[in-house]
């Protein structure tokens, strides 16, 4: 039984190569990304973000380094409530979907995403934490 009710939704539970993947984020909505609460860290969530795609997923740390006013992140503790954060984090979308506020988070993760998460700003914030880290010591 499906739990998607909407024809608007398209759930596609195969593997999707590289090529295929900017150009579905570029005509989606949202996208759901259910992880473990051990994961740390998405490639294909900063690819969405850099797409200008809305994600709904767990709050793993990389979500976290998100506002949360911009995401749609969940935490949960057993499979059950997996399930029924999951449904809340998607009625919080859908309410700011109505509302036209996504199109609005949406520009603002990609702008974050493209200007913070380039090569050239993670390594030169690596970087200064390396040598902080040198000159303690």
């Not at 949202?30 to 609460?37: H, I, S």
């Not at 609005?104 to 200007?115: D, G, P, S, W, Y």
Request: charged letters at 20%.
């Amino acid at each position: 039984m499906s739990l998607v009710k909407d024809n608007r939704v398209i759930c596609d539970f195969r593997y999707i190569t590289d090529e295929e993947m900017s150009g579905i984020f570029q005509i989606s909505d949202a996208v759901v990304l259910p992880y473990e609460n051990t994961s740390i860290n998405s490639g294909i969530m900063i690819n969405a973000f850099s797409n200008g795609t809305t994600v709904i997923g767990t709050n793993i740390e990389m979500l976290q380094d998100y506002s949360s006013n911009l995401v749609y992140g969940y935490s949960f503790n057993s499979r059950e409530e997996h399930l029924s954060s999951l449904a809340n984090a998607f009625l919080d979308f859908e309410r700011d979907y109505k509302l036209g506020s996504t199109a609005c988070k949406r520009v603002e993760l990609e702008n974050i995403t493209n200007t913070c998460n380039t090569w050239s700003e993670v390594s030169r914030v690596l970087l200064n934490v390396l040598q902080k880290e040198c000159t303690r010591e």
